[in-house]
């Protein structure tokens, strides 16, 4: 494996107490605008997303991307300073990490680390395949990942950031797809069902919908 700089990901999925929505909508936006430059202040890249009314387990994301996984502790305890974090609960965190794959013939940085613009949606779920598929020749699995990757050129319109858990968290992989459209996102997972890696799939869910939202009207919007 080449050597080459990597990153930490955390995938912070929170619930909102309902006490939250009796606060006044001044003290509601004048909360979000100090999570805001908490934000601003931090060292790290950060993204962030609604679920709101998407799922019954989260209410937004905050995707995380660092060089060191002290940093995630060092916002989150910002964060849980302010007044709005006393009002919110972590229902789901994933921790992964970059590296080059054995797989893809091309490298790509990742599109969240090489700053690209954020799209529309990101569906984020982890990954673990079965002890299985870790004892086949590494030729055989090549050989049906480039099955695996070919379906995924046929939609060019979704990005992927594959991210590796071994290790520093309970999955194998996080994986994140970014797309402007939730129908081709579809499209592509119901084709990849049918290749043969899908037979090496120990659990894929939860898988998550995350729409983008800014951090102001992302607070704001939870009632």
């Known amino acids: ?3 080459e700089k990597r990153t930490f ?3 912070s999925f929170f619930k909102v107490d309902p006490k939250w929505r009796w606060m006044a909508d001044l003290a509601k936006e004048e909360s979000a605008k100090e999570v805001e430059q908490v934000i601003r202040n931090s060292n790290i890249k950060i993204r962030t997303y609604s679920t709101l009314g998407l799922r019954d387990d989260a209410e937004f994301l905050f995707w995380f991307a660092s060089e060191s996984i002290e940093d995630f502790q060092t916002v989150a305890s910002k964060i849980y300073s302010t007044v709005f974090g006393k009002y919110i609960i972590p229902s789901r965190v994933y921790v992964s990490s970059t590296r080059p794959s054995i797989y893809a013939k ?6 969240f680390v090489a700053g690209d613009e954020q799209k529309k949606y990101v569906i984020v779920y982890p990954f673990i395949k079965t002890r299985e598929w870790y004892l086949l020749p590494i030729e055989q699995r090549k050989k049906m990942m480039d099955e695996h990757i070919e379906v995924g050129h046929k939609y060019p319109q979704v990005l992927l950031n594959t991210t590796y858990s071994f290790g520093i968290h309970d999955e194998d992989f ?3 797809f970014e797309t402007d459209d939730l129908h081709v996102f579809q499209d592509l997972i119901m084709d990849l069902r049918e290749t043969k890696v899908s037979l090496y799939v120990e659990r894929d869910t939860p898988m998550i919908v995350c729409v983008k939202k800014d951090i102001i009207p992302l607070i704001t919007s939870l009632g």
Do not use: D, H
């Open 106 to 111: 091309m490298g790509r940085v990742i599109s």
């Open 9 to 11: 990901f955390n995938f």
């Open 174 to 176: 996080m994986l994140a």
């Open 1 to 3: 494996m080449s050597e």
